[in-house]
Structures are given as structure tokens and as C-alpha cells.
């Protein structure tokens, strides 16, 4: 249901996918990362978008958490800027030892400042 079209059955299956830390999801979700973003929530603030409210897959990929490290870490290759700072968005909301050390690798590859 992720890799299919944008429509309220998706959203619901992303947020499902989120709530469960459903890792099996993270291939497909890596995927959908090509979309645009789409809001998880339907007002944004400032402290919102650090949460990535603005952004479901990127906040199912947070939520779902360790399994999704290695997909994630592969973002950060990508030429597009944005789609790098929606990797380092969602491994600074896992937060944990090794997405800290996935932060510190892709830092020396950042073109970037």
C-alpha cells in the first residue's frame, strides 16, 4: 500500500507502519522518500517541522527507528540538498547511539555548509 498512489489509504498506512515500528516497511518507504513531502499533521510549526510533522514518511521512517538506520543512511548520498536534510532530520529524531554515529559520518561528506 506505500509504494501505491497518494490517497487517505496511504497516509493510513504510513501512520499504521509508523505506530508499529513495522520495519518490513522501510524498503517501501525508502521509495516513497522520493516523493515530495506530504504533512503529517495538519498545522505546522517551527518545533513541528524539527519533528518532522511536516513530512510522514520521514516521520513513519523516525518513528519506525533503529531498522530504518541503513536505509536512511543511504539518503545523505543523494545530490538533492533537501532530501539530505530530511536524512539528518530523521536521525536526529531516532536519536540514538548510532544514529548519532551515522550523523557524525555524514558529516565529513556534507558539500553542504
Do not use: C, H
Not at 7 to 31: F, H, M, N, Y
Not at 89 to 103: H, Q, T
Amino acid at each position: 500500500m506505500i509504494r501505491g498512489p497518494e490517497s487517505d489509504l496511504w497516509l493510513d498506512a504510513i501512520r499504521l507502519a509508523g505506530k508499529l515500528k513495522a520495519a518490513e516497511a522501510v524498503p517501501a518507504l525508502q521509495e516513497a522518500m522520493s516523493r515530495p513531502p506530504v504533512p503529517a499533521e495538519a498545522y505546522i510549526t517551527f518545533a513541528g517541522l524539527e519533528r518532522l510533522d511536516n513530512d510522514i514518511v520521514a516521520k513513519t521512517l523516525s518513528q519506525i527507528g533503529e531498522p530504518a538506520i541503513p536505509a536512511v543512511t543511504s539518503l545523505p548520498k543523494s545530490k538533492d540538498s533537501r532530501m539530505r536534510y530530511r536524512a539528518i532530520l530523521i536521525l536526529r529524531n531516532i536519536g540514538s547511539l548510532s544514529a548519532r554515529k551515522a550523523l557524525e559520518n555524514q558529516r565529513s561528506l556534507e558539500s553542504n555548509p
